[in-house]
């Protein structure tokens, strides 16, 4: 379904002054490599109104359900059916947030191989991913907040490698989506002249591996159907 990976290498005062959340600047150590499962931040709208910065599981949970399950993928939602579907319907419609990120990874298939590439913004500053996030409680007290991520359709650019791509937030609709204002018309694709695609080292696809190398260059040549 995709996105499985992605990084968020800047610092936290950068976070801060890009989606303007209250409360202290957390320590945010650089994630090169953040996978399914894995806790990351994401921002959400209070009731009061204001933004929050809150870390999450990364693998949405349902309330009702008994907790985690691996067996089932739900670190992405498809922006064509989320409104209808039983796990997400509810968060869709209550529980939105931005997730903060500066790049993602993609495998492309060709001769029977995978080859990772990082994707990101061309200037590489960072933006948001479209998700919702959901506060599940145990019978014991325990609880989970965990989050997924919206796909959609991958734009001409995301298409050479896969054919969805995560649902990236202009900066000027912040607000409507994390005030749920406005839902179908924000999930389509990001404008594929506003971003850059390279391949990666295979080194990525160890989730255990989360340090620069994940987003260095490989040394190969990179095709020109992706660069063009």
Same mark, same amino acid.
């Given at each position: 379904?995709? #996105?499985?990976?992605?990084?968020?290498?800047?610092?936290?005062?950068?976070?801060?002054?890009?989606?303007?959340?209250?409360?202290?600047?957390?320590?945010?150590?650089?994630?090169?490599?953040?996978?399914?499962?894995? &806790?990351?931040?994401?921002?959400?709208?209070?009731?009061?109104?204001?933004?929050?910065?809150?870390?999450?599981?990364?693998?949405?949970?349902?309330?009702?359900?008994?907790?985690?399950?691996?067996?089932?993928?739900?670190?992405?939602? *498809?922006?064509?059916?989320?409104?209808?579907?039983?796990?997400?319907? !509810?968060?869709?419609?209550?529980? *939105?947030?931005?997730?903060?990120?500066?790049?993602? @990874?993609?495998?492309?298939?060709?001769?029977?191989?995978?080859?990772?590439?990082?994707?990101?913004?061309?200037?590489?500053?960072?933006?948001?991913? &479209?998700?919702?996030?959901?506060?599940?409680?145990?019978?014991?007290?325990?609880?989970?907040?965990?989050?997924?991520?919206?796909?959609?359709?991958?734009?001409?650019?995301?298409? *050479?490698?896969?054919?969805?791509?995560?649902?990236?937030?202009?900066?000027?609709?912040? &607000?409507?989506?994390?005030?749920?204002?406005?839902?179908?018309?924000?999930?389509?694709?990001?404008?594929?002249?506003?971003?850059?695609? @390279?391949? !990666?080292? &295979? @080194?990525?696809?160890?989730?255990?591996?989360?340090?620069?190398? #994940?987003?260095?260059?490989?040394?190969?040549?990179?095709?020109?159907?992706?660069?063009?």
């Amino acid at each position: 379904m995709m #996105c499985g990976r992605y990084s968020l290498v800047a610092p936290a005062e950068a976070v801060r002054a890009l989606f303007k959340f209250e409360g202290a600047t957390p320590n945010l150590a650089p994630r090169y490599n953040i996978a399914p499962t894995q &806790a990351a931040p994401v921002i959400i709208q209070r009731k009061d109104g204001e933004r929050e910065l809150v870390v999450m599981r990364w693998g949405f949970v349902p309330a009702w359900s008994k907790g985690p399950d691996n067996r089932y993928s739900m670190f992405n939602a *498809r922006a064509e059916t989320v409104h209808e579907k039983q796990a997400y319907r !509810v968060a869709f419609e209550k529980r *939105r947030c931005l997730v903060p990120v500066d790049g993602f @990874y993609e495998w492309r298939e060709s001769s029977g191989t995978k080859m990772p590439y990082r994707i990101s913004l061309i200037d590489e500053s960072l933006f948001a991913f &479209a998700g919702l996030w959901e506060h599940w409680e145990g019978s014991d007290g325990s609880f989970i907040e965990s989050f997924t991520i919206i796909t959609t359709r991958a734009n001409s650019l995301i298409s *050479r490698i896969h054919d969805r791509m995560p649902v990236i937030m202009p900066l000027e609709v912040h &607000a409507e989506w994390l005030g749920c204002c406005s839902a179908a018309e924000l999930l389509i694709p990001y404008s594929p002249e506003k971003m850059k695609a @390279y391949p !990666v080292d &295979a @080194y990525v696809n160890d989730a255990r591996h989360d340090d620069p190398m #994940c987003i260095s260059p490989a040394g190969e040549s990179v095709p020109d159907e992706i660069m063009n």
